[in-house]
DNA sequence: AACCCGGGGAT
DNA sequence: ATCCCAGGGTT
């Protein structure tokens, strides 16, 4: 550390202490860094749907969809739950199987449960959402950050909505050395994420500070020469934006190999379909009976037929998926036998839907 | 605290 | 090929 501190440096001083003398003397004060993030969200934000309305249903819904999930990604089927289910009550009394079809191909399905689960108990309470942070945390699929977001969003609730934006724009304010997924890193950023929410209006600088990390404080390339806080940055002024956040835990990608077997109806247009355990890979949804192993299985020679290799991957495996032609007999209450033109009413996992596209078409043809 | 859960786009 | 995303639940 050079003597002098920078002028980026001095600012940020200036800035913390700030921060500190709002907390303890005013509420209403409102961080400098603030001030200038709302005055570029206020400009700069985009047009989302969900940005023109403070109702807590197409909100919640909206958070959790993009809950590790691009806006690219989540918006086709927020539209769709919502022309489906115009209300929270419309959800709550929907087929189980309804609703996982409507998540299939966004992921994580657990969310798709819990949502289904959490619009009853909010149908069974009246349809009115819980009206604090703290009592959405008790939602299944509500953790502290989509109860945040809720609650600032809809009733101006003065709580920081802390996301993995918050995470990398908060890291990088701070220059933060100590790792944001233990204890202390998560602190720092809680601590300083929760001083800058502008309690006139919180549910407006949480989402400028999310839309910020989106759009300009990106995790490759962060924008710095258009960023409304680059003053107040000590990453920026360092130039150690892209060594931000510091994470402890890494990614391992485990190689894998899924067997699928194909069981065929006597009758010749049917197949053996089962729907995966809860909890899970893929739980709920509806698959083609399969096995792990190890390694590639070693061919026998022996089977009618055989796809594949299919390659799919995962944030934590790379799954390499093979389908035989089974000429045993099935057992389990979790399956039934499915005709061919039906498969795609079914929620299927993305391997399953890109497995079928290609099986589905070679053996109906063969009858 | 560690681990599990999908899928896809950006780089 | 790697990273990581508008996280939460379970153990």
């Known amino acids: 550390m050079p003597d002098a501190l920078t002028t980026s440096e001095a600012n940020h001083a200036v800035l913390v202490e700030t921060e500190i003398q709002a907390v303890n003397e005013d509420v209403n004060e409102v961080h400098p860094l603030t001030i200038s993030l709302c005055t570029w969200y206020a400009k700069c934000r985009r ?22 999930t691009r806006v690219d990604q989540g918006l086709a089927y927020w539209e769709r739950f919502l022309e489906e289910f115009p ?14 079809k409507l998540w299939q191909g966004l992921g994580y399905y657990s969310r798709a449960r819990n949502v289904h689960k959490a619009a009853q108990a909010v149908a069974a309470a009246g349809g009115r959402f819980p009206s604090c942070a703290s009592e959405l945390c008790d939602l299944p699929g509500v953790g502290p950050y989509t109860a945040a977001a809720v609650a600032s969003i809809c009733y101006n609730e003065p709580v920081a909505a802390v996301d993995g934006n918050v995470i990398r724009v908060v890291s990088r304010l701070l220059d933060l050395e100590l790792p944001v997924d233990r204890a202390p ?28 990390g989106a759009m300009v404080c990106s995790p490759k390339a962060p924008k710095c020469s258009d960023c409304p806080v680059a003053s107040g940055c000590l990453a920026a002024a360092r130039g150690t934006a892209l ?28 197949v053996w379909m089962e729907r995966r355990p809860a909890g899970g890979i893929w739980g709920e949804l509806w698959s083609l009976p399969f096995t792990e192993t190890p390694d590639e299985p070693q061919k026998n020679g022996l089977e009618a037929k055989s796809w594949g290799p299919f390659k799919h991957e995962l944030s934590h495996r790379r799954i390499t998926a093979s389908c ?26 993305r391997l399953m839907e890109r497995m079928w596209e290609q099986i589905g078409p070679e053996i109906a043809g063969k009858r």
């Open 243 to 270: 060594e931000r956040p510091v994470k402890h835990t890494r990614t391992r990608v485990e190689n894998v190999h899924f067997t699928f077997a194909l069981h065929l109806h006597p009758s010749g247009d049917q």
């Open 47 to 68: 047009d989302l749907p969900w940005r023109k309305t403070r109702d807590p249903y197409p909100i919640w819904l909206s958070e959790v969809i993009l809950q590790q």
């Open 87 to 100: 209300r929270v009550e419309d959800l709550a009394r929907a087929d189980s199987e309804r609703v996982m």
């Open 185 to 212: 890193g998560r602190g720092a950023i809680e601590g300083l994420a929760q001083a800058m929410v502008d309690r006139n209006d919180p549910g407006t600088s949480n989402q400028a500070m999310m839309e910020l």
């Open 324 to 349: 035989h032609l089974s000429e045993q007999g099935v057992e389990g209450a979790s399956g039934r036998w499915v005709d061919f033109e039906d498969v795609g009413e079914y929620a299927l996992h």
